[in-house]
């Protein structure tokens, strides 16, 4: 069932997104050849708590698989789960870091790629075009369209020029639930789906890969790679259906502020 939310619930989601922000903007920050993933973890849980939220995703189960971190870091080829420890990022890597916040009962849920020191041509390509997949997706949030239209957007703009879009993650409804209804992926049909609603509020979140859109999962339960090995990317962002056109509830302006552009990344080392 699908919960519209209330202005008070709103503004309460715009917080919990704002402190997961302002935290991967720290974790930008800190991102650099010779970290590893477990000192990024630190770095953002320490953060979140003092701002009075909590990992979301620390601790949250499927199955018998235990979440054991704050932030989900994803490099090269893993699209998204990765799990952060000793892994040392290295100059030329695509770092994919998805954070969760819950604060004051509602969630916060926000994703970006980054660059370490400096990436190919096909990479920036790749965050290039995930990116502009992310907001041609959510341009299609507003009331009286539907879920398949999101997903026809991102899938168009993506398999168009050659990449994967990977059909077995789909983003997802967000509220006092880290994940609620409606799915939403990021392939379908225009004009198919679930009729979208004011008031409904959804993670948009394009995976793509470099070369097909198959994934494969390691034996730890949630580290989910390409099955062909290529480089994936990864953005999120939190989208309120309105009338008229969507409001984007988190922000990229202070991870950005960092990198100074979208697509810094994709061509100079800020590390």
């Known amino acids: 069932m699908v919960h519209l939310k209330s202005q008070r619930e709103i503004e309460r989601m715009r917080e919990s997104a704002d402190v997961v922000g302002r935290a991967l903007a720290l974790v930008a920050e800190h991102i650099r050849p010779g970290v590893t ?89 790749l965050c290039r075009v995930t990116y502009d997949a992310l907001h041609a997706g959510i341009a299609q949030a507003v009331h009286g369209r539907r879920v398949g239209d999101i997903g026809y957007a991102v899938q168009h703009h993506c398999e168009s020029r050659g990449y994967g879009v990977v059909r077995d993650l789909v983003g997802h409804g967000v509220g006092r639930k880290l994940h609620e ?16 609603k004011a008031g409904m509020t959804m993670c948009i979140e394009p995976m793509i890969n470099a070369g097909t859109g198959e994934v494969i999962q390691e034996s730890d339960g949630w580290t989910i790679r390409t099955a062909d090995l290529a480089p994936s990317a990864h953005y999120e962002h939190m989208v309120l259906v309105q009338r008229g056109g969507p409001e984007v509830l988190s922000t990229f302006k202070y991870i950005e502020a960092v990198i100074d552009a979208p697509y810094k990344q994709a061509t100079l080392s800020h590390g």
């Open 37 to 125: 993933t477990r000192e990024l973890d630190r770095v953002a849980e320490e953060f979140i708590r003092d701002h009075g939220g909590e990992p979301a995703f620390k601790g949250y189960k499927v199955g018998r698989h235990v979440f054991p971190a704050s932030l989900c870091i994803s490099r090269n080829d893993v699209v998204v789960h990765g799990i952060p420890g000793s892994e040392v990022l290295e100059d030329g890597d695509l770092v994919s870091v998805d954070c969760g916040v819950k604060l004051n009962g509602y969630y916060g849920d926000s994703a970006y790629t980054f660059s370490v020191g400096e990436i190919s041509a096909e990479k920036a390509e």
């Open 181 to 196: 209804e409606p799915q939403v992926p990021n392939y379908g049909e225009r004009g198919k789906g679930k009729k979208l």
